[in-house]
């Protein structure tokens, strides 16, 4: 089996030709060499230039580098590895990008200048910087299209249908509570009321059974059932005010289940329009 393709790289500051096997890449289906193995060979390698232009690493669809770091193959073709602290003389190795460099080393993309003067690359830190000729009408172009996107979006949150219908939840959601606390506020006054009239009632019952009438009514009767007793000595008139307290009773009774019907169809209008924003989110 034959070696693979190997990339010829020389450094900027050195002669010396350095040959790299490269690798078949899977991602972008080309042969490829990595930039961890070009450190191998050069510690303080900041970025790699063919001629005057840069290589840069291969990115995805987005735009966004590969990870691990990767160049493409250039075969045939020895490309210079600039590294930290090396000055680009006039020979072919030391070429310029047009008053702007390249350096390799962070996420971050930035421009920079080059010195007329001395035309020496910033190497910078171990940050590496990735520079493109056309970024600068490609920011603004993209910078003007978020502008109007942002302007849809906040039109987008007034004129869409959906901006209406949650308006109109809030307001159903609204009248519901007022609803819930005005039925509240009723249930709690009729529950008063009739408290008060069992007391009343539980107070007249009780001086009945102290009147001396009563209780010599009951005398007449040792041998039998006292509850039987009290209720064939009661008057007449008492029996109607049995029958209105279990009346009041069955009122205490339905208002009590009111209540709770009133608690669980909150929850249920609650979980509704809970329901129905999620589903238009």
Sequence with gaps: M???PSQAFRSTSSEDIITI???HDPTTSQRVVRWRDIHQYFENAQG???GKAAVTFLTNNNLEDLIPLR???H????????????????SSASQTLDSTS???GSNSLRITEVDDDNQTLAAGSSSRELFHCGLGPFHDTHSSKYVELQQDSSQLNTNHPFHDHLLRLQEQHQLHNQWILQTKQQLELRMDEIQQKMEEFQGQMKEFQQAPQYSEQRAHYPDRNAQQQMDEAKPPVQHSEYQ?????QQQADMILQQMQQCQQDTIYRQSLIHYRIQEHL
Excluded: E, F, K, R
């Design 2 to 4: 034959s070696d693979p």
């Design 21 to 23: 096997p490269t690798c």
């Design 48 to 50: 790699i230039m063919n």
């Design 71 to 73: 160049i493409a193959h």
């Design 75 to 90: 075969p045939g073709v020895v490309l210079d590895v600039v590294v930290a602290d090396s000055g680009l003389g006039s």
């Design 102 to 104: 390249m350096t390799m």
């Design 244 to 248: 209105t307290q279990q009346q009041w």
